[in-house]
């Protein structure tokens, strides 16, 4: 089954909004929790990423907040831009292993 | 810092061909991954080598389907008597494998295989 699952497929917000994306994931030995950026044809790139060490971190206007005892993780995105429209891509990692296991991903719009 | 290089960008292969599939990781980076993106199954991972020693090839079809690492500076995935299924964009990725960076992974471009 999906070790790490995204639940919305798409997501669609105007321009200035704040937006939330959102991460479950089931093994707990996951230490390392990460969310990429994919433009079409383009490959991923890494956006934000937190350890399990602690439950917040803040890259100007992206925020991912960390649930551990939840098993879930979000990306927060704040006064959101057309420049943002892309697909995100979640992904955690166990410290025994650098390996990632991936979402499969929530294609954002944002409408000017 | 080149990034990540994969070659080629596009191959065309008719059914039942071998495709062979090149990637640089970036230099210095101990850790070099392959994974297989499809618009219904995402990206999936395929197999990853750690200091050129095969590490977790789970992902990875049992048949036709091998990758080698001979060298820090390049690994091959390689494809035999490819299918129509086999189509997708196939990325590399390469990490440093050290302390808080390690799993900080950095694609490279992708090469698209069209199976015809």
């Known amino acids: 089954g999906q070790q790490v699952k995204q639940s919305s497929p798409s997501l669609t917000v105007q321009e200035g909004g704040i937006l939330i994306l959102n991460c479950d994931y089931e093994n707990d030995m996951f230490d390392y929790f990460a969310w990429y950026k994919k433009y079409p044809d383009n490959s991923p790139t890494l956006l934000i990423s937190?350890?399990?060490n602690v439950d917040k971190r803040e890259d100007g206007r992206f925020t991912v907040f960390l649930n551990k005892s939840g098993k879930h993780f979000s990306l927060h995105i704040t006064a959101s831009q057309p420049e943002d429209t892309a697909v995100y891509l979640c992904?955690?990692?166990?410290?025994?292993?650098?390996?990632?296991?991936w979402g499969l991903g929530t294609s954002l719009v944002v409408n000017p | 810092n080149a990034g990540v290089i994969q070659t080629p960008r596009h191959k065309v292969t008719g059914k039942g061909q071998e495709a062979t599939l090149w990637c640089e990781p970036i230099s210095g980076h101990s850790a070099v991954f392959w994974y297989r993106q499809t618009i219904v199954q995402g990206l999936e991972f395929l197999t990853y080598f750690r200091n050129q020693a095969p590490i977790d090839d789970s992902g990875m079809p049992k048949e036709r389907f091998s990758a080698q690492m001979p060298n820090q500076s390049h690994s091959t995935l390689k494809i035999q008597s490819t299918q129509p299924q086999d189509s997708a964009v196939y990325l590399c990725a390469s990490s440093s494998g050290l302390g808080r960076s390690s799993y900080e992974q950095y694609f490279g471009p992708g090469t698209r295989l069209t199976v015809l």
């Open positions: 992904a955690a990692g166990a410290s025994d292993n650098s390996k990632l296991i």
């Open positions: 937190v350890r399990s």
